[in-house]
């Protein structure tokens, strides 16, 4: 599977903003789909996951409660709704992708082996 990011943008603190993650390949619907962001001079971390099946989402404290994702296996795409945004969450947002058969938590970027190239995200205060 081949993955794309997009729909980032420059947008002032409060307002929403979605994500969209579209896969290219038969096998999008096999793998759990992970959201994660990279600041300026941090590291990547997570954001948010979803399992193959859809049954189970996971967010990083730093988000619980403001963004949702989600998935359109029929459309390939998976979704990062991000809600009351903040300065704080600038950063380039990517999308990966890793086998079902991991079954869930624990979240592990390394286990993520499919990258797309990422979307920008800019928050103003």
């Known amino acids: 599977v081949q993955l794309q990011a997009y729909g980032g943008g420059l947008v002032r603190a409060g307002v929403s903003l979605r994500l969209s993650c579209a896969a290219s390949g038969r096998t999008f619907a096999a793998n759990d789909i992970g959201w994660f962001r990279q600041a300026p001079g941090q590291e990547r971390e997570f954001v948010a996951a979803?399992?193959?099946?859809?049954?189970?989402?996971y967010y990083a404290d730093s988000v619980k409660g403001r963004f949702s994702i989600s998935r359109d296996d029929p459309k390939n795409t998976a979704y990062l709704q991000m809600n009351s945004l903040k300065p704080e969450d600038t950063a380039v947002y990517y999308c990966?992708?890793?086998?079902?058969?991991?079954?869930?938590?624990?979240?592990?970027?390394?286990?993520?082996?499919?990258w797309g190239q990422g979307t920008l995200v800019t928050v103003s205060s």
């Open positions: 979803i399992t193959w099946n859809g049954d189970n989402t």
């Open positions: 990966a992708a890793r086998p079902g058969w991991y079954e869930g938590a624990p979240i592990r970027k390394d286990d993520f082996g499919t």
